[in-house]
């Protein structure tokens, strides 16, 4: 019973030990945010809807629930007064403890970034929450991807002190622009909880924040500073993101005057440009050391703060690495930028070092004031007087080593770092879910890793336990909690020192892998072991080292790494089972007694010593030590070689020695003496047996053996017999001869395995059988091996001494042929074989003879002759007697016959002849396939002929044009490979083929092969593929035709490649299937994707493997034909989409319908299909078929699958309830037959007929519609790339708003800035221009002046906008003095609406000229907007609606389209086109082809806009060559055709001729054209668009049409009374093609909506000028008791939306350089009129009778009319924009741009209306006193009379 009791225990315990070492806890959501109480060690998690407490164990306490919540993106809290919400998911952005309070601060996504406060002891519990407080409390971003941090601080003014948190937060299009802010926590004077409490525009508020891409990743405080790390890009025009860390005083800033940032370098180069985590940790003294050591760094001490830092490359995401800064060395570094600054114009040694951040100001307007060099120590935390926010350029970034080194993908993604034991240990988390342990030290290393999880990333949320034993590891909805280390868990020094791990070291004295704080003992000398330092107590000696196995004594072992041993400790020493007390020596030494020889084990048969572990162990359990010692057995010595046991016996180690008598060999014994005793090393003394001779011995005859003994007095008188392991048991006897020589007859014999064989002899004595000493050794031959003839025979080894024996035709040993039959000469030479056997007739090649006899040696041929003609012999590659090689000489003799014999003549006169006959010819080479081929060579080329096979291969030499053809096959056709062309430029001819045939041959065929450059690898797709391969990969270029061998290449690490060959290829498109690659050579190496084409190569750099996907259970496995079958997992999208995704129910395929990254819907084969095996008919079980998920070569069985049983009705039910309904039908159908007359059944035949037709007609154009439409709903608009967006500068910008519009348009003098003034009067009018100006500066002068003008009655509207723009410009130079003449005449303007008129109609049209100001006004003050934000969007908005436009026919003359969103532009007719590529060479810029699309039904005049388009699109609008100054050929073979919209083959229909097309020219697809300038003319933009005008009224002289005719215009025949029925049955109801008004709507429709957004989001930077307007108006509608919310609404309307945003969007030449044309504008109309009525209150009543486009936004309007109350809401709540600040902004403006401006011009033509209304305005100065006493009228007179050169009344 104990027993089971303790058995019990011991698993609790362990289960105990194994929770306590991990824990786990997951999230039903993504978690977001994790954080600690540093008090309770409670954790925090934030995740996706919940906020979880958790106790230190991970053990679930409480759960809160933050959302979904009902909510819009454009919402503005409190929820309920929020229209058109929806549920949304709540992301938690930050979770902050305050433990002062008691309180968790919690941000989430919803309400814009609202938080509230719960309580730490119970998050269920609320403690604060408030969204009724406005915009000043929304602290975070409601978009996912702005990162957002934040720190716990504290702050006091005025002597009160206060909780507070600062925030660092990213830009979101949607939130505020606060990048850094400082929350209160409690309600404080006029502050409430969650109140951004300091102002700072430069940090806040600024419009260039959206440009930084600031991306915050940590926040900390540390000894009175607040620090913020993030990374942005540099300066908004790069997108190269760069490291900075920011600080900020924690007190006494109160404007964050001391807002600083430093640039971090990691890496070489910056390598590491992206942080990603961080963590702010003590170094340690070791880490300390090492840093103060590198160059760069102060002295670190151990107890400062360092930053570690995690970042990433741009280039590549998954390289990254850790870089480490200490916090002393950035302060420094902060401090040199500062007060260089303050006191050096921002330079560091001459350098420019300090930049100003979010600002147009140059460093030299920052720091050009030069303050005291005390300044920063007096003013610490800056001041209102100081320049402030700074920043280090790049040039003083500070620059930190990569920490690690080949640590390679994935990316790292988090870092805690830890000490202990004054050492370092950084934890790196990455994507693939593993957590690296590094030792931070001088030389870095990872020495383990923890797997959390295979595919979620862990993120940056990663910290230790309070006690800093544990470490947390966060990934995407798991929380883990791991030991820090796992020391206990290795049971030996071994393993434990084999971890490197600091944490770790041996506990010598209690035999553990422990913590040095967890060993009693550790601080005693060599009592704890630490882990890196890899050592461990050994024992170094043995003394004695060894001992034989029949022998025992004490041994006295050497271990100087031996602990501390005390009083109380007992050593033991254990050999197997012996064991024996130890003593100790000395401190390093210890003894022990050896076992007793019988518990010595068994010496092993292949040795001759056995070894035991001899251990030593200190109080009885605990092992210090292990060493093998060894035990010998002289005995055993003699196994090691059997020949000489005597010699081995006294060579040993072991120190034996060897007794003659007995033959033993035995342990050294000092006392045994005598002659038969031999020592150690005495092996000279040995009896032995040596020098034989002869050492050399026949096969095949019995040689006699002579050989010597020495040291063999012991053994006179004795018989020796000795024998070989050779011959196996055959032993002859030792004949004694004179002295000390022996001899025997030898043996006959036998080997022909090889002609030479070592045969080593042994001898025994006779009568004991044991063996002797022996070292005879000689050589056995054969002289028939190798030896074949008789020359062969003669040239052996005269020591061999064998001979040619000819009788037996052999080479023999001498004494085996009988001398008659020696001494011949060897017979004649043969030849048996020639090649090659054909030659060219110009010799130099070399022909090879083979035979037997061909002379011993290479002197010994005389002659050589080939078909007569002699042949230099080749000394250097003769072999004797078997070839002979010589180089053949020209066979110059026409009338002999070119073949005959090859003979080869000796010394002696001896000839051979050849049977074969040899062959001159010629070679002519005729043809070679294929006949083009890259620049890059691979290209296998065929050459074809007669007679190629002449020579061989090695004769045979292939060029192409001087470039090297590696010959490959030599047949009748020669193949080789092409090299590389390596010239800079390819020749466009045909390069000749040369086929050199030895030293003296050539042929060539002239123009038979074309270099071309290399193909052109344009894209791929996809971009990405599982692991598991398979996927389709369609490449797009050109040139591939030339291609002979494409194969896709995957290189994994340095030595892996798998490759596919492309399965498909034309000239345009090769597609491969991607390799398989193993998931660890992912994991663990780098791969490289090419595509190897022949000799060429190009990389993918694009092309990414992905982990193969993982598929969960199905809950669900019953399915039925009209079930949807959902297959979950994850990681399905990353490299698949639905249309490449395979699914089967059994053998039965099923359509996959959507594919999203977690699941998967199927739909169920139509029929139940088969399973794969079949059961016996009495199973009655549901047949279970496998579901089975195929991507590429990737197969999964997700599970098994089985069909639903159908209840089927009874027959007895089914046939009467189908009969009698049947029979009834029938019944009534056959009386209502006969009561039919015959005239009414005709009529209805008749009218049925007609219905028919007319239905078919609409079902099929409506089934072609609906098929339109959904084609075009799928299409994503993937491929609008557009590199950079061409917007107008601000001169061009305000001309168009301005003066285009006018009569004159593009022509008018603002425009060109032409004034016709003779050069006389110049100088005159200059300065009477500017006297003017300053007349213009006079507000009495301008008013009056304006109210003149508007009394006049011939002072039109025009003449009023016109009048506001010249007075826009001419006043741009002090926009303030512009604003309060508006301001001025607008009050006026409101006085006289609220009082005499409607309130509401003020400012709807342009009828005064405040108006016109107000519209220019906004104009000027939204063009930085526009650039900044809202640009974006309209100009995609723009392309957009153009891209979908030109998709379909586009009718030049009727100017209607097929896609449009304007119902009378609508193209109502079926238009038949297909789509071209065409390849557009433009002539004169080089070879290149560009590939463009373009309609069979475009006229050229369409397709050279679209060439134009695509082939200059990095040229604006206005700087691409106009369609007129172009001509397009079309070369479809060796002769061009012009293509032109008319010319001679234009088709004609009567009277009506129709404008070409691609169609009518019969242009295919990948057709090649030329685009070529027929003149070089310099056209603007607006002499473009009277082109435009021209060339159409050049059509209408004819009566042209494109795709359809005019309906009021057809042809007479048409219009006849008998036609007009089938007419009526044809033609096309326009009302069916409306869904393509859907269609085209719902494709734009996420265009329209980011416009909208963008103009209408308080949320993001409102332009200032917005702000303020806004405000003056609620100011003055405050004055006036009948204006109401909805009078200010409509103010608000007519001033910005309808005034300027209808004009931007209806007008985009306005803001950017494009071309808008007829069809584009009718849809942009739509547009623009539904922005129209979306801010308007009222409502409109639609029905069916409303025009269509008002029905096609009818849905969304309400949507749009939230979104602009909203707008207006969010402005008020801002904070206001004084006039100051205005003014700022407007003098800003001023400076920036009035040089540019015509102002001249419109002072000029300011006067002209002076001029005009001259008297007027005198009389009206004349009557104002303030006039009167500046002089007005006076100034007035003088000026004309210096303009108009006219002598006055003056």
Avoid at 18 to 28: I, N
Avoid at 740 to 755: A, L, R, V
Avoid at 1008 to 1027: C, I, M, T, W, Y
Wanted: glycine share 6%; with cysteine; hydrophobic share 35%.
């Amino acid at each position: 019973m104990a027993c089971w009791v303790s058995l019990l225990l011991l698993l609790f315990c362990k289960s105990l030990s194994r929770a306590q070492e991990e824990s786990v806890f997951t999230s039903e959501t993504i978690i977001n945010n994790v954080v600690q109480d540093p008090r309770t060690g409670r954790i925090y998690l934030g995740a996706v809807n919940y906020i979880y407490q958790l106790g230190p164990s991970l053990r679930q306490q409480a759960r809160a629930e933050t959302g979904p919540k009902a909510d819009a993106l454009t919402c503005t809290p409190p929820a309920s007064a929020c229209q058109d919400t929806k549920f949304m998911n709540n992301n938690n952005k930050l979770l902050l403890v305050h433990p002062t309070n008691g309180s968790l601060i919690v941000c989430g996504s919803r309400y814009r970034g609202i938080c509230s406060l719960l309580d730490l002891s119970n998050v269920e519990k609320l403690l604060y929450y408030s969204d009724s407080k406005g915009e000043r409390t929304y602290v975070a971003s409601i978009e996912d991807g702005v990162n957002v941090v934040g720190v716990m601080s504290n702050y006091t003014k005025d002597g009160k002190a206060a909780g507070v948190f600062l925030v660092g937060k990213g830009y979101g299009s949607l939130d505020s622009t606060k990048l850094i802010s400082t929350r209160i926590l409690e309600d404080l004077n006029e502050w409430v909880v969650f109140e951004s409490i300091i102002e700072a525009s430069a940090v806040q508020t600024t419009p260039f924040v959206p440009k930084y891409l600031h991306d915050f990743r940590h926040a900390f405080r540390e000894d009175g500073f607040v620090y913020f790390l993030f990374s942005r890009t540099l300066d908004g025009t790069d997108n190269k993101n760069l490291t900075f860390v920011s600080r900020l005083c924690e007190s006494d800033d109160y404007h964050y005057y001391s807002y600083t940032e430093l640039q971090l370098n990691c890496g070489t180069n910056n390598r590491y440009n992206k942080v990603q985590a961080a963590f702010v940790a003590s170094p340690g003294k070791e880490l300390a050391r090492v840093l103060s050591e590198s160059s760069g760094y102060a002295k670190v001490s151990p107890w400062s703060k360092v930053l570690f830092m995690v970042a990433s490359s741009d280039e590549d995401e998954n390289d990254s690495n850790l870089c480490m800064y200490p916090l002393n060395a950035i302060n420094e570094r902060l401090v040199d930028i500062i007060t260089a600054c303050y006191s050096d114009s921002g330079k560091i040694s001459g350098i420019a070092a300090v930049d100003q951040p979010y600002s147009s100001k140059t460093v030299d307007e920052v720091c050009k004031a030069q303050h005291a060099k005390d300044t920063l120590e007096a003013y610490k935390c800056g001041g209102d007087f100081l320049p402030s926010p700074l920043a280090s350029t790049p040039i003083s970034a500070l620059k930190a080593e990569a920490v690690l080194t080949n640590l390679g993908p994935p990316s790292l993604t988090s870092v805690a770092v830890a000490m202990e034991n004054d050492h370092t240990i950084a934890f790196l988390g990455n994507s693939k879910g593993k957590v690296f342990k590094v030792h931070l030290s001088a030389d870095p290393y990872v020495y383990h890793n923890i797997s959390v999880h295979t595919r979620e990333k862990v993120n940056k949320n990663l910290f230790f336990d309070i006690g800093q034993s544990h470490l947390y590891i966060t990934t995407e909805k798991k929380i883990t909690k791991v030991p820090v280390q796992t020391c206990l868990q290795q049971k030996s020094c071994q393993s434990c020192v084999e971890l490197r791990d600091p944490y770790c070291g041996w506990c010598v004295l209690e035999g553990r892998c422990t913590r040095r704080s967890e060993c009693r003992r550790a601080e005693e000398k060599n009592g704890w072991l630490w882990s890196p330092k890899q050592q461990c107590v050994k024992i170094v000696s043995f003394y004695p080292p060894n001992l034989s196995c029949k022998k025992t004594q004490k041994v006295k072992i050497n271990i100087p790494s031996l602990p501390t041993i005390g009083a109380s400790d007992r050593l033991q020493c254990k050999i197997r089972s012996f064991q024996s007390e130890g003593t100790m020596s000395d401190s390093s030494q210890v003894s022990c007694n050896l076992p007793d020889p019988s518990l010595i084990p068994q010496t092993p048969e292949d040795q001759d010593f056995v070894a035991v572990a001899l251990r030593i162990f200190v109080n009885e359990s605990v092992e210090l030590a292990t060493r093998e010692f060894k035990f010998y057995n002289c005995a055993a010595t003699v196994r090691r070689s059997e020949n000489t046991p005597c010699m081995s016996c006294v060579a040993s180690q072991w120190g034996c020695q060897w007794n003659t008598r007995d033959h033993t060999c035995t342990d050294m014994d000092d006392g045994a003496l005598g002659n038969h005793i031999i020592k150690q090393r005495q092996g000279a003394k040995c009896p032995q047996f040596e020098n034989p001779d002869p050492v050399w011995i026949p096969v095949g005859y019995k040689t006699r053996i002579s050989f010597e003994g020495i040291n063999l007095g012991l053994f006179q008188g004795r018989v020796f017999t000795i024998g070989t392991e050779l011959m196996k048991n055959a032993e002859d006897e030792v004949l004694s001869e004179e002295g000390p020589f022996y001899t025997f007859s030898g043996f006959n014999f036998y080997y022909e395995k090889s002609p030479e064989t070592n045969v080593l002899f042994y001898v025994k004595d006779k009568e004991s059988g044991r063996k002797m000493d022996s070292t005879l050794n000689v050589t056995l031959y054969n002289c028939s091996m190798g030896n074949e003839d008789c020359s062969l025979c003669k040239n052996a080894d005269p020591k061999y001494r064998c001979v040619w024996c000819t009788r037996q035709k052999a080479c023999v040993y001498d004494k085996l042929c009988s001398p008659d039959q020696q001494g011949f000469e060897c017979p004649d030479p043969m030849i048996t074989d020639i090649m090659p056997r054909f030659g060219p007739t110009g010799g130099g090649i070399s022909v090879t003879m083979r035979g037997t006899n061909l002379g011993i040696h290479k002197e010994d041929i005389k002659r050589i002759t080939v078909v007569g003609k002699p042949c230099i012999h080749q000394k250097e590659k003769y072999s004797v007697s078997t070839s002979v090689v010589c180089e053949i000489s020209p066979f110059d003799d026409p009338r002999s016959t070119k073949w005959g014999v090859v003979e080869v003549e000796l010394k002696g006169g001896k000839r051979g002849t050849s049977s074969i006959y040899f062959t001159y010819r010629d070679p002519i080479p005729e043809a070679v396939k294929p006949s083009r081929g890259p620049r890059a060579g691979g290209t296998l080329i065929t050459i074809s002929g007669r007679f190629l096979d002449t020579g061989s291969k090695d004769d045979v030499q292939v060029t192409i044009g001087g470039v090297d053809c590696t010959v490959e096959q030599f047949r009748a056709e020669i193949t080789c490979r092409t090299g590389e062309y390596p010239a800079d430029k390819v020749p466009s001819d045909l390069l000749a083929v040369t086929v050199k045939y030895g030293k003296k041959t050539t042929t060539a065929i002239p123009s038979a092969f074309q270099f071309l450059e290399n193909p052109n690898v344009q894209d791929h797709r996809p971009k990405g593929s599982f692991v598991c391969g398979g996927r389709n990969i369609v490449v797009t270029g050109s040139g591939f035709d030339l291609i002979q061998n494409a194969v896709l290449t995957v290189s994994v690490g340095d030595n892996l490649n798998v490759s596919e060959k492309a399965h498909e290829k034309n000239d345009t498109v090769m597609q491969f299937r991607s390799p398989a690659i193993n998931q660890t050579n992912l994991n663990q190496h780098t791969y490289k994707t090419h595509i190897h084409l022949d000799n060429w190569f190009k990389e993918l750099t694009s092309f990414k493997y992905y982990e193969d996907p993982s598929f969960d259970n199905m809950t669900n496995k019953v399915i039925s034909e009209a079930s949807i079958i959902i297959v979950t997992g994850q990681g399905f999208s990353r490299a698949m989409t639905a249309g490449e995704a395979q699914a089967f129910v059994g053998d039965v395929p099923c359509l996959v319908n959507t594919l999203q990254d977690d699941k998967l819907f199927l739909e169920p084969p139509s029929t139940k299909p088969r399973a794969r095996s079949r059961r016996q008919r009495r199973d009655t079980r549901p047949e279970l078929l496998d579901l089975t998920i195929k991507f590429g070569k990737g197969e999964w069985v997700v599970c098994s699958v089985e069909y639903e049983k159908k209840n089927d009705l009874p027959l007895y039910i089914i046939i009467p309830a189908v009969i009698v309904p049947m029979l009834l039908i029938i019944a009534i159908s056959v009386y209502c037959y006969r009561r039919k007359s015959q005239q009414a059944e005709r009529e209805y035949e008749k009218v049925k007929h007609q219905l028919e037709n007319l239905e078919e007609s609409v079902r099929d154009r409506c089934k072609k519609e609906f098929t339109d439409l959904m084609i075009e709903m799928e299409d994503h608009t993937n491929d609008q790339s557009e590199g950079r967006i061409p917007f107008l500068d601000y001169k061009t910008y305000t001309d168009r708003v301005f003066f285009l519009p006018s009569k004159d348009g593009a022509n008018d003098v603002m425009i060109t800035g032409k004034l016709d003034i003779p050069e006389a009067r110049r100088a005159t009018v200059t300065h009477a221009l500017n006297q003017f100006s300053n007349l213009l500066n006079s507000k009495t002068f301008l008013i009056n002046f304006i109210r003149t003008l508007e009394r006049s009655h011939d002072f039109n509207a025009r003449a009023k906008v016109y009048f506001a723009s010249l007075l826009t410009v001419a006043l741009h130079g002090k926009l303030e003095y512009y604003t309060d003449i508006m301001r001025t005449l607008l009050l006026e303007l409101m006085e006289e609406y609220v009082h005499s008129k409607n309130p509401k109609l003020m400012l709807r049209r342009s009828e005064t000229v405040v108006e016109r100001m107000l519209c220019n006004w906004m104009s000027i003050c939204l063009y930085q907007f526009l650039k900044d934000s809202a640009g974006e969007p309209l100009y995609k908005l723009f392309r957009a609606i153009k891209h979908q436009i030109e998709k379909g026919p586009v009718d030049v003359r009727v100017k209607k389209a097929k896609y449009t969103l304007n119902d009378t532009g609508l193209l109502g007719d079926d238009v038949e086109y297909s789509v071209l590529t065409l390849q557009v060479l433009v002539q004169g810029e080089g070879p290149d082809v560009t590939p463009v699309k373009a309609l069979t039904c475009d006229t050229i005049s369409q397709v050279k806009e679209k060439i134009i388009e695509q082939v200059y699109k990095n040229l604006s609008y206005t700087q691409r060559p106009k369609v007129d100054s172009l001509t397009l050929e079309w070369r479809p073979g060796s002769t061009g055709q012009i293509l032109s919209d008319l010319d001679l083959t234009s088709q004609k229909e009567g009277r009506w001729k129709r404008i070409n097309t691609l169609a009518h020219y019969n242009v295919r697809d990948n057709a090649t054209v030329v685009l070529s300038k027929v003149l070089h003319t310099q056209q603007n933009f607006y002499q473009n668009q009277e082109n435009h005008e021209e060339r159409n009224a050049l059509l209408d002289d004819d009566k042209v049409f494109h795709l359809v005719r005019p309906t009021e215009e057809l042809d007479d025949f048409k219009s006849k009374r008998g036609s007009m029925k089938d007419k009526s049955m044809t033609k096309a109801i326009t009302e069916i093609y409306l869904t393509r008004l859907l269609s085209v709507k719902g494709t734009l429709q996420q265009f329209v909506d980011d416009f909208f957004r963008s103009v209408l989001c308080s949320g993001a930077v409102v332009p200032p000028a917005v702000k303020y307007f806004f405000d003056f108006l609620d100011e003055q509608a405050l004055k006036h008791n009948n204006v109401d919310e909805e009078t200010i609404h409509i103010w608000k309307t007519n001033s910005l939306p309808l005034r300027f945003w209808v004009n931007i969007l209806k007008n985009p030449h306005f803001t950017f350089d494009v071309h808008v044309s007829e069809v584009v504008d009718a849809s942009l109309s739509v547009i623009a009129q539904t922005f129209m009525d979306a801010c308007t209150k009222s409502e409109h009543k639609l029905s069916r009778d409303s025009p269509s486009n008002k029905l096609l936004y009818a849905k969304e309007i309400s949507t749009y009319k939230k979104m602009v109350d909203d707008y207006y809401k969010g402005i008020r709540q801002m904070v206001p924009v004084s006039d100051q600040d205005m003014n700022t902004h407007l003098a800003e403006v001023s400076r920036t741009h009035t040089d540019k401006l015509n102002t001249q011009v419109a002072l000029h033509q300011l006067y002209q209306y002076a001029s005009k209304y001259y008297d007027g305005i005198i009389a009206s100065l004349e009557e104002d006193p303030a006039a009167q006493s500046k002089q007005l009228t006076l100034r007035l007179q003088q000026i004309a009379a210096a303009l108009e050169n006219k002598v006055t009344d003056l």
